[in-house]
């Protein structure tokens, strides 16, 4: 009884002490960025173009372009993905092919990002001739967040109960009228966590861009999506390592503004997915 | 008339056989009870009836089935359950109001016209005894309503459809007495105007209901006869004995 007791006791402490290893560091990161950051912090440093080599001004412009960048990965990656993770889960059979499929999808997600650079510079940037642009960095961002928005759709539409096909299907309606009006429409939080973690991976990636569209310093916004961008991350790593002398505050300032970015961009998901949450019947 | 033939039927999934060289006919507006312990194949050979086990990893099928002496399996599949409904043993009402619930079949049908949706709606709560209770609360998430209202739901969405046949696969097994007796009452009424399969664990249903009585085991057709000849003078004794509750 008393060994129970104690063993129970060991176990909860190792338990909380993982968690504890895993909050603290990144508890202590926002922390700091924040501290470091936050007086950087003013309309003129959100609003501005880079001045003095970037010393000063502001990063407008690796603010559009990210935001650019994250919108385009998405709208390339989510209808194509959502439409092979329903074609995986709902149509595809059972069989070998289709299991080596599924399997090379879920590791395209290990795949290191500079692996996706290299492959968006060969393809987009130098076969299809669209240079260095918007829409070179835009399609190679989102290759490389479609294997996490079809495996947590695909996820997401398994998870729809088999019952509801079942019932649906004998009332007479077809499998593609089930999938459309049944299972999609309850698979859609779950696309929403698909997407929210790709989005925060697109804004923060910054080796796909580094070959394919980001601008080391271009104190203008881009008038097309055939146009080089500055972009958050690739920002952040230049002024850090390639500019000398430039103030500790603008670099925690950036760093704090592309975390708030990505925050912000999870937080307007997650607000979609409760929305969904709410309504789901079930 | 003969609704259902049929002939030399056997089914396997994977490896396992779950019906074996089974051969019976449905008559048109009767009550045939299904009995038969857990595995008998009774819940598989209604799945055959609407092609529902088509979706079960590893089907195979030999022998005929026919619906008024048509193959189905030459018959269009979406086609063949708009005629042959299904009501399933838990109550499983979809993700929608209860007014969606009832009108899914219909508008997946193609029907348009708000009015007549309203309309078959209302006949078919009505025909299932359900619509004094929810007539107030059409728009209410039809998961809202209780297991035997969430049952009774069911067997009205299943008559919106307008089928020739319905399936009733143990559809009193999560029910209290009152409610099973409420969801009897309407398959009998029902019998006027549909041919009716039920499949049940419960033999006291199957005599209360059935006009003739079916009894499986082991993936093999034992006994088909009037219900009463079932239950007073059964010509197997194996079906004697589950009756009696000695095995099963």
Redo the contacts between chains.
Sequence with gaps: MRNTRRSQKIAFFFLFLATLLIVIPVGLIVVIIFQKGLPAINWQFLSDMPRQGMRAGGIYPAIIGTLYLVLGAIVFALPIGLLAAIYLSEYAK?NLLNRIIKLAIVNLSGVPSVVYGLFGLALFVVFLKFGASILSGSLTLGIMILPIIITTSREALESVPQ????????????KW?TIR??VL??AIPGVLTGTILGLGRAAGETAPILFTVAAFYLPQLPKSIFDQAMALPYHLYVISTQVPNVDEKVRYGTALVLLTLVLFMNLVAIIIRYNFRKK??? | MVKFSVKDLNIWFGQIQALKNVSLGIEANEILSIIGPSNSGKTSFLRML?R?ND?S?GFKTKGSLELDQEDIKKIDV??L??RV??V?A?P?????SIFDNIA??IK??GLKSRAKISAIVERALKQAYLWDEVKDRLNV???KLSGGQQQRL?IA??LA?EPEVILFDEPCSGLDPISTAKVEEAMLKLKKDYTIVLVTNNVKQAARVGDRTAFFLSGELVELDRTEKIFTAPGDQRTDGYIRGKFG
């Design positions: 059972d019952s509801f096909r079942e019932v649906s299907l004998s009332l007479g309606a077809s009228q009006h049944i429409p309850n789901k019947k079930w | 609407n529902l979706l990893p979406e086609d359950r708009k409904g299904m399933f838990l499983l009402p979809l993700p929608l899914y079949g997946m049908h998430s039809a998961f069911c969405r299943t459809v």
